[in-house]
């Protein structure tokens, strides 16, 4: 579960792979997050089943608000990255006098490797809302080529996540690759590039770059540099969401990773300077927490908070918060 695409740009959802790339989209800004291995702790884990629940929630300064209750059953479960089962999950939107209620029914699969984030992870479905069905996805696969390069391609399909796309039952298809260059063990680059198909029409090329930048690697601090940039194809999305004909945005940003008795925790803070069309400049900001349970102690446990102040319909001023966790049991 993740946070939702408010702007109709896209979400991924990587509550389940805190430690892998992960792309985030609230309101009218992608946050792109830093990734980082994470070994296994204590003894390897053990084939189980196990049961679990989830939830998200979300408010922004345009008065939408996103609340997601989620069960999950796995009749095949190792750890949170090593399971195969499935999840009912409901979705409850309100903006101001408006309300709507979606259901959803998910197969979900993941094999990944915690120490390495190599593997692959897939969630498909089928989502109600309105009058509208659509048949959901999202996944992704990341391998490694050399000692310091690796790629991963993904995919998302999901609603646009505003009043009126879920009213038109407008969605969205996503799908693109990453590259990561590891340049010695002090410096990283990671590039993404994506295409983006909306339902009504409208389509979108993605760009990103990032630069990262260990100074000390016992000290778990990173410094970030950042450019992404997306283009549309329409500019009348008859106010379904937020489509400028051009989005860029760079950003400085510092993140932190520690690791305290087999937990790990991790914080990311940037500022930015954002730029809607031909518009002027103006800030962007960001903050993000995590915190995952130790690998191997009969249960998983993952969380993430963050805030968001980027672009969107009424402005450049947009802010918007969101919680969510997961917890799985086995038995």
């Known amino acids: 579960m993740s946070p939702t695409p408010r702007a109709g740009i896209f979400a991924m959802r990587r509550l389940t792979r805190l430690t892998q790339l992960a792309l985030l989209t609230v309101g009218g800004a992608t946050i792109f997050c830093p990734s980082s291995a994470l070994a296994a702790d204590g003894e390897p884990p053990q084939d189980s089943s196990g049961a679990g629940a989830a939830f998200f929630i979300s408010r922004d300064n345009e008065g939408f ?3 997601r209750v989620a ?3 796995l009749p095949a479960f190792r750890h949170g990255d090593a399971l195969t089962g499935g999840r ?3 979705h409850h939107f309100e903006q101001d006098d408006w309300a709507r209620t979606a259901q959803q029914l998910t197969i979900l699969h993941r094999n990944v490797d915690p120490a390495t984030t190599n593997g692959w992870q897939l969630e498909a479905g089928l989502s109600r809302q309105g009058e509208h069905t659509l048949f959901t996805a999202d996944g992704s696969y990341h391998a490694a080529l050399a000692a310091q390069t690796s790629v991963e391609a993904f995919i998302n399909r999901d609603w646009v996540e505003t009043r ?8 969205f298809t996503f799908v693109g690759a990453v590259l990561e260059q590891g340049l010695g063990p002090h410096l990283t680059v990671v590039g993404v590039a994506g295409y983006q198909d909306f339902s009504d029409g409208n389509h979108r090329n993605h760009g990103r770059i990032k630069l990262i930048v260990q100074p000390d690697l016992s000290l778990g601090l ?9 283009t549309s194809a329409s500019d009348d999305v008859g106010g379904a969401y937020f489509n400028p004909d051009r989005y ?8 932190w990773r520690q690791r305290f008795r087999g937990w790990v925790g991790n914080l990311t803070a940037g500022l930015g300077q954002q730029r809607v069309g031909d518009a002027p400049h103006t800030p ?9 349970a130790p690998i191997g102690r009969g249960y998983a446990f993952r969380m993430r908070a963050g805030l968001n102040r980027s672009a969107s319909f009424n402005g450049p001023d947009y802010s918007y918060h969101y919680a969510q966790a997961e917890w799985i049991v086995a038995f």
């Open 222 to 230: 990173t410094l970030q540099a950042r450019y992404r940039m997306y």
């Open 284 to 292: 962007t900001r960001l903050l993000e927490l995590g915190a995952q």
């Open 71 to 73: 069960a999950e059953y």
């Open 88 to 90: 009912y999950t409901v």
């Open 65 to 67: 608000s996103t609340q």
């Open 248 to 255: 860029d945005e760079a950003m400085l940003a510092l993140g």
């Open 164 to 171: 009126n796309a879920l009213d038109r039952g407008v969605h």
